[in-house]
């Protein structure tokens, strides 16, 4: 099934160079380690043969396309269903428009957790990420082409496409209706277990911006984390700014967040910052109306419109 | 640091509010003759839709104990509209910050009429009681 996707996607990405329909592909290739599959950038047509797809293809290729911003030439870019909601995100925002891409879709199984890796030398079984046991969406819901037979559906689904079967045994989506488990979880301690607990990981946190760097919810030009103009914080790596950055993230990509997770993925000392964006997510379910972010270009997010009727006071 | 804080029996919370200029109640937040007061200051803004929730944060990180939030009655901005974008805005930053462990009555958003100045002084006290129940604010804090 990996083998086929991936001999599909060099046969597109030829097409694609050859006809100079796109000057860049952004797919991933195979690392220096059996678990390892990061992303690839190819401009030449001799590098094909690069592209490599499977259970570790974990990375969100929606981010990349920001540094195409300004390019003339179209940029092509291979998306699962979480990905795909990333690029609705970005044209959403008017950082790129559609004419610029072209979004292939590529079916989904599920991807493997590589932080449960025991031994780096030879493969073994590893169970999924979280997210993929808890994804609605392992559909594109935008694609201009599709590969291995996947249906592009703008709705929650079952795992389509020639992975279907292997996605079903995996057990992708089966626990969709329990994704908020752990932020209630975290949310029936009592304050001062929350205040310990998120002071030990505001002192934990580097600042690297990881998680900044990988949203494609987190897409403005210049961050005021870059600024050193911004009297009202500050660049330093102190506990209490920290908490401040956290928070910030968390707000600005509020009503925006796609759920892709890259952010807790990426995270060097292992903040749980989803559980952030979750609690965020659930109010907004739960107070102005379920929304998922990414699904439609047409309808606002939930924090630039308002309805006259709604509880008023907190 | 000034004395007040550094001496904790006689601690008093310290109250920052960040209050509407268009809904006259700012004119009128306290009477410094009033006895037993709490220590409440206030920034002004041009409307509360205008509040960046990173002001709230920055008043916890410089040692305030609760943060108020006015702004006029929904239908009654002086910019149509600023008060409905700044309530949805300020239901997420309340849930957000109870969920990182700033209990609710830390962070007030109370939409008080222009002729209510009474109202803000109560909510003010209320305010104050509430939060010396629960003692100092620790999360954001800057400690240097």
């Known amino acids: ?314 | 640091m000034d004395f007040q804080s550094l001496d904790s029996s006689n601690w008093q919370p310290l109250l920052i509010g960040i209050i509407c200029e268009n809904s006259p109640s700012f004119a009128m937040p306290f009477n410094p003759t009033d006895e037993g007061y709490p220590n409440f200051r206030c920034i002004r803004v041009p409307c509360a839709g205008r509040t960046n929730p990173q002001y709230i944060l920055r008043a916890f990180q410089k040692g305030a104990d609760a943060v108020l939030i006015t702004g006029c009655p929904p239908g009654e901005c002086h910019y149509t509209s600023g008060n409905y974008f700044a309530r949805r805005r300020f239901k997420l930053m309340t849930e957000l910050l109870e969920f990182m462990g700033i209990e609710s009555e830390r962070l007030y958003v109370r939409w008080i009429k222009s002729t209510e100045g009474e109202k803000l002084r109560e909510t003010v006290n209320d305010m104050a009681k509430k939060v010396k129940r629960l003692g100092p604010n620790k999360l954001f804090k800057e400690e240097l």
């Open chain 1, 1 to 314: 099934m990996n083998q086929q996707l991936t001999t599909e996607m060099r046969q597109i990405a030829k097409r694609l160079l050859s006809s100079h329909t796109v000057g860049t592909i952004i797919g991933w290739e195979k690392g220096s380690r059996w678990y390892l599959t990061p992303p690839a950038f190819i401009t030449d047509e001799n590098e094909i043969d690069r592209l490599y797809y499977d259970q570790f293809a974990v990375n969100n290729l929606a981010i990349y396309l920001l540094d195409f911003r300004h390019s003339d030439k179209k940029v092509a870019v291979f998306v699962k269903g979480c990905d795909s909601r990333g690029i609705i995100r970005l044209i959403q925002d008017h950082q790129l428009k559609k004419e610029q891409l072209m979004v292939i879709g590529i079916p989904c199984a599920g991807m493997f957790d590589k932080t449960k890796v025991i031994d780096p030398k030879h493969p073994h079984e590893l169970p999924l990420l979280n997210k993929c046991l808890e994804c609605r969406y392992p559909n594109p819901v935008y694609a201009d082409e599709v590969l291995g037979e996947v249906s592009v559906l703008p709705e929650s689904s079952r795992p389509t496409g020639i992975s279907a079967r292997v996605a079903t045994a995996h057990l992708v989506g089966t626990r969709s209706d329990q994704r908020f488990e752990r932020v209630e979880k975290l949310d029936l301690l009592p304050s001062e277990e929350k205040v310990t607990l998120w002071r030990a990981y505001a002192e934990k946190c580097l600042r690297c911006y990881a998680c900044r760097n990988i949203c494609p919810a987190c897409n403005c030009e210049e961050c005021i984390f870059d600024s050193h103009k911004k009297p009202w914080t500050t660049k330093a790596a102190l506990p209490f700014a920290n908490g401040f950055f956290a928070v910030t993230r968390a707000m600005h990509t509020a009503g925006r967040c796609t759920e892709c997770g890259e952010c807790e993925r990426v995270c060097p000392v292992g903040i749980p910052l989803m559980s952030l964006n979750q609690r965020l997510i659930k109010t907004i379910n739960n107070s102005f109306g379920s929304y998922d972010a990414g699904l439609d270009l047409e309808l606002p997010p939930p924090l630039s419109q308002f309805q006259l009727a709604e509880k008023t006071e907190v």
